[in-house]
């Protein structure tokens, strides 16, 4: 880094300790210092992040952060068109600039993807900081607030090359199996926790009692890991067989850990294609939750059709069978009960 004029902060276990789509809004306390500090310096301050425009406006202005930030990106696109945006609409060069993210997957994606960034930790931000400079001219102290006002947006740039083979560099795995009997209480929480990706149709206490009755569902369980490290249960599929090896979906939930690392359709085509999820066809009702929208574009994107006056969508086999792996992506698949 050349000189440090900006920070891009990640929000989501970063600067909140927590998932703020979850109700999380605890601030971390060492993020909250230097984000106060960089004020003070006059150094620009930008926030990217995977949620809604208005629960992120909202928090901020619970969390005293409204004037912090000289721009907010957010939405469900990648990341890295959120970083692309904000340092072409600020005019910085990314030579210049740092993007804090607490996880290390998220920090080498971007610096695969925006060659020059300066991708930290919050410990690296803060052992800078501790060596920058105190003394601040009146201009610098104003620079945030005159940039606070810029609305210039700039159009969605295509993605760096070598980001695909950054991709294959993490061999990223997915395992997909039954649920056991150890899984409970992950399954009550991805039910419980996970909004944009939840079927929404069974109330959570009625769908984890039915996942205690093998003999009459199938629920497969997924799993997922890469090189930086094991992410654990991210994704749970219910089905009850019906008639003409149909299958209804009774629950589906797949976690927000998915979506940085391009996923969502990869888990969901793993769920179902599971030895005990085979079936002719696969029906489910979507019943919107206020935030779910995203899962009825995954279930789209995978080929499910919607029924003509119902509420419910329908996808065939062969539909399934024609959807291609990312070839960057190891799914492995377990059949017996463990």
């Keep these: 880094m050349r000189n440090l004029k900006l920070v891009i902060w990640d929000l ?8 703020l789509e979850e109700g999380d809004e605890e601030k971390n306390p060492v993020a909250d210092g230097l984000i106060h500090q960089l004020d003070e310096l006059g150094i620009l301050q930008a926030l990217a992040t995977q949620n809604s425009r208005d629960i992120v406006q909202a928090a901020l202005e619970k969390l005293g952060w409204t004037n912090i930030f000289v721009q907010v990106e957010a939405d469900l696109g990648p990341k890295v068109r959120k970083l692309k945006r904000i340092a ?8 210049d600039t740092a993007f804090v993210d607490e996880d290390p997957f998220e920090r080498d994606s971007i610096a695969a993807q925006i060659a020059g960034i300066t991708p930290w930790p919050i410990a690296k931000l803060a052992a800078y900081l501790d060596g920058a400079s105190t003394m601040v001219t009146e201009e610098a102290r104003r620079r945030p607030q005159m940039y606070r006002h ?11 090359r070598g980001y695909m083979e950054f991709l294959r ?24 926790r996970t909004h944009r ?14 996942l205690s009755q093998p003999d009459e569902h199938h629920v497969v369980v997924a799993e997922l890991k890469d090189v930086y490290g094991d992410m654990g249960r991210c994704g749970i599929i219910h089905l009850t067989p019906a ?6 979906i009774e629950s589906l939930a797949i976690s927000c850990r998915t979506r940085a690392r391009g996923l969502s ?19 489910c009702r979507y019943v919107f939750n206020g935030s779910n929208r995203p899962l009825r574009m995954l279930l789209l994107g995978a080929g499910f059709k919607p029924r003509p006056h ?5 996808l065939g086999a062969g539909r399934l069978r024609a959807i291609e792996w990312p070839n960057w992506l190891h799914i492995e698949y377990f059949a017996g009960h463990g």
């Design 169 to 192: 560099s993490c061999h990223i795995q997915i395992t997909v199996r039954p649920y056991q009997a150890g899984d409970a209480s992950r399954a009550e929480e991805l039910l419980t």
């Design 310 to 314: 119902t509420d419910e969508l329908v």
């Design 197 to 210: 990706m939840n079927l929404g149709v069974l109330p959570v206490d009625e769908a984890v009692a039915r």
């Design 150 to 160: 810029q609305q210039t947006r700039a159009h969605d740039e295509k993605t760096a």
């Design 243 to 248: 008639k003409d090896r149909e299958a209804v």
């Design 88 to 95: 072409k609409a600020l005019e910085v060069n990314v030579l």
């Design 12 to 19: 989501d276990q970063t600067i909140l300790t927590g998932i």
């Design 265 to 283: 359709l990869a888990m969901l085509v793993g769920l179902l294609r599971h030895p005990r999820s085979q079936f002719q066809q696969y029906r």
